[in-house]
C-alpha cells in the first residue's frame, strides 16, 4: 500500500500505540502496522504547520514593529470578522474564535498538496465530511443556547398552522446542508489534484504550474465559501426576530 513519506514516518513511530487505541475502541484495523492513513497524517502536518505559526506570531507581537506574520493573520482576523459581522451581525466576536480556526484548517489542508510528497487532505471525502458535522453541530448548538427551547421555532415556519408541513421540511434541509459543504469542497479539491497530477505525468515543465496557481485560486475559493455559509447558518440560528 503506497503511504506518503510523512505517514510511513507517523506510522513508524505511532502504529503499535494507535492500533492498541483502536482496538480497544473495538475498531477494526485492516493494516496494524499501517494504522494511520495518508489523509490523517495530512491533517496532523497541517495542524503542526499552523501550530508552529500561532506560536512564532505569539512570540513576535508588537504594537510599535509587527512582522509579516502578525500583519498575515490580523489580516485574516480583520477578513474573517468583517464577514461575520456582516452577515451575523453585531454578535459576531463570540463565534470569531471557530470561523478563523475552522478557515485557517480548511485552507492550509487545501493548499498543503502544493509540498511535493503532500497532498490535500480535503481531496478525501472523510476530510469535508468531518468539517461539515463539526460546523452542523456548532451552529445548531449556538442557536440552542441563543435561543434555548424556543430554537425549534426556527424549524416550524412562519405560522403555526404550517409547522407539519415545514417541520420535516426544514429537518431535511439542514440535514442536506452537510451533504452540500461536503460534496462541493470534496469535489473541487478532488478535481484540482487530479488534474494538475495528469498534467505532471505528461508534462512536467511549464504547462503544470499554470495548473498549480489554479489549484491556488480554487483552494482560497473553496475556503472562503465553505466560511462564508459558515456564518450564514450561524446568522439563522442566532438570529432574533424583531
Known sequence: MHELPFTQLLNRIFAGPVTALLQALHVRVAHPATPIPDHVSMQIAVVLLLTILFLLTRARLSVDNPGGLQHTFESIEGFVGGLGKEIIGHHYQQYMGYLVALGLFILGCNLIGLIPTFESPTANPVVPLGCALLTWCYYHFQGLREHGGGYVKHFMGPVWWLAPLMFPIEVFSHLARVLSLTIRLFANMF??????????????????????????????????????LTCVYLGEATAHEH
Do not use: K
Open 191 to 228: 478535481a484540482g489534484e487530479m488534474v494538475t497530477l495528469v498534467f505532471f505525468s505528461l508534462i512536467p515543465i511549464g504547462i503544470p504550474i499554470i495548473f498549480q496557481g489554479l489549484h491556488i485560486g480554487v483552494a482560497f475559493i473553496q475556503t472562503y465559501i465553505f466560511v462564508l
